[in-house]
């Protein structure tokens, strides 16, 4: 996913004479992390919250005393508290301006094509990044973050240099959307579903959020752990629990949500990795014995990447391979949970577009019904397709990728001191007027036949892009076409009575209350 502009330390290993990974030695390492959950896993440890915050306040009153201090980058006077004001602020400034940002410390925000390409595009280089505008002389950014974010847990082999591709290399393998993968989503659909709205009722409306929440979580452990979340109930209780906290948490108005995390998510997040650790030994140990189904799973396929490369004693690529697949279920199945659903109500609004939608997945799936890798491939569901991408341009999974300057770098007419937060949100990007006519109406034509074509190439960015563009793009794009086409096969979606709901802006914008849509059974 997309970086954090705040470094986060990975948490050293408690000595110990294991020669094998012990999941509670693991889980009191990690217990005492904040977790920062601007989504459910979302913006990410906090290390030393109190310091921090104290920190960032005497940054933001020093910035709004000083006033801007980068000559040819425009202020805006008031705190970028949401992805919406971004957007306020781009479209009345230009493509770059400085301001107190979601950190509540300074920060440049940028939009437009050679900035974005500049902040995203960087290759590899033992953790950091170089940048692409040579008229800067060896211009560099630091990338301080992990192997993928949002990140709920700090990951140890982030500072390791080259270990950092072949995890990568493995994840790529993992994300490659197969028949498998497309029926862990239809699977875990109908389970939501019955969860959500039972069967049977004659109409019944639904949160599609949580619908798509738990659909997305439970494909990520298949995946992940290469077991169902039915088949390690304890696993999906733990995690049950942290999305229970998590909820509690965003619903208070009093936190900041993008940099604190309260004492009942820490502990939930404590007690869900401490299940999903012992579930990943339980899969390694399984697939070392020839189990194909644990063998094909994240969890051994990337602990075969992960060499024991600290020389403690203990199994730190076990470890590592814990903290990553926590990692994936959390952030895999909550920002693509958050745009599906909005997807799935913007589908909702328009009675003509669900009945072309039914008609369309009908016709795919033929007189069988199967929904598959094959049938909702799409070459075969190009308007459910269009839908999918235009709700990744609304309401795009990762709204920010934030970068520090290194050193005093020359971008468009500006300077860039030293050691300056660079941030671009996404979400300014899917809004820019000047690419986008009519920006804030969800039209899937955007996304049909050759439209797409004359669109310049990093006005749309919904998984970032360049080295550290999210790995598992494919998958997520596959899940959303699968959930609504489940949905389609067996219901007729109405769009719900409007509530006035709150965002809690973060790595990703969760709706607290969540998004309603009505489901009529197509046999009604």
């Not at 389970?191 to 959020?209: F, L």
């Not at 936190?255 to 990943?280: I, N, Y």
């Amino acid at each position: 996913m997309i970086s954090a502009a705040e470094p986060v330390t990975a948490v050293p290993p408690a000595a110990s004479a294991a020669s094998v990974f012990s999941a509670d030695r693991f889980v009191a390492n990690v217990s005492g992390d904040a977790l920062l959950h601007g989504d459910a896993a979302a913006l990410y440890l906090a290390g030393a919250v109190a310091f921090a915050v104290l920190l960032a306040g005497a940054a933001a009153a020093l910035f709004l005393l000083r006033g801007p201090r980068i000559a040819n980058v425009p202020s805006w006077p008031k705190r970028v508290a949401s992805h919406d004001d971004a957007v306020s602020a781009h479209e009345a400034l230009g493509d770059m301006f400085y301001a107190t940002g979601f950190d509540g410390k300074p920060c440049v925000f940028v939009r437009g094509q050679h900035a974005t390409k500049v902040l995203t595009e960087m290759g590899f280089g033992d953790g950091k990044w170089s940048g692409l505008d040579t008229a800067a002389g060896a211009a560099a950014f630091v990338v301080p973050s992990n192997l993928v974010q949002p990140m709920a847990v700090p990951t140890f082999f982030h500072d390791a240099g080259a270990t950092w591709k072949n995890a990568r290399a493995a994840l790529r393998r993992l994300f490659v959307p197969t028949e498998a993968s497309a029926s862990f989503t239809v699977e875990a659909t109908d389970r939501a579903v019955d969860m959500t709205a039972p069967r049977g009722a004659s109409a019944a409306e639904v949160d599609a959020q949580s619908l798509a929440h738990i659909a997305f979580r439970d494909t990520m452990m298949s995946i992940g752990l290469g077991r169902s979340a039915a088949e390690v109930p304890g696993v999906e209780r733990q995690f049950e629990a942290l999305e229970s906290a998590s909820g509690k948490w965003r619903a208070d108005s009093t936190m900041d949500h993008a940099h604190t995390a309260s004492p009942a998510v820490e502990s939930a997040s404590a007690g869900a990795l401490a299940a999903c650790a012992s579930a990943v030994l339980g899969t390694i140990e399984a697939a070392r014995e020839g189990d194909e189904r644990a063998a094909g799973s994240m969890a051994a396929l990337l602990r075969s990447a992960l060499p024991e490369y600290t020389g403690t004693g203990t199994d730190e690529g076990a470890e590592e391979t814990a903290r990553t697949v926590f990692n994936l279920i959390v952030a895999g199945a909550e920002s693509n949970a958050i745009s599906t659903a909005k997807t799935v109500a913007a589908i909702a609004e328009n009675p003509k577009l669900v009945a072309e939608l039914q008609a369309e997945v009908d016709a795919a799936v033929g007189a069988e019904g199967v929904i598959s890798h094959e049938t909702m491939k799409a070459s075969k569901v190009p308007l459910l397709e269009a839908c999918v991408r235009e709700g990744l341009r609304m309401f795009v999974p990762a709204t920010a990728a934030q970068r520090v300057c290194e050193k005093e770098t020359v971008l468009g007419p500006a300077t860039i001191p030293a050691g300056t937060t660079m941030c671009v949100c996404i979400h300014a990007l899917h809004m820019d007027s000047s690419v986008w006519s009519n920006p804030a109406t969800f039209d899937h034509t955007r996304f049909l036949g050759g439209k797409k074509l004359s669109r310049p190439r990093h006005a749309y960015l919904p998984f970032s892009c360049g080295p550290r563009k999210c790995p598992g793009e494919a998958v997520a794009v596959q899940q959303a076409r699968v959930l609504i086409a489940t949905l389609l096969r067996s219901y007729t979606l109405r769009s719900a009575e409007a509530v006035p709901r709150s965002h809690v802006a973060g790595f990703t914008e969760w709706t607290d209350g969540g998004v309603s849509v009505g489901l009529v059974p197509r046999s009604a």
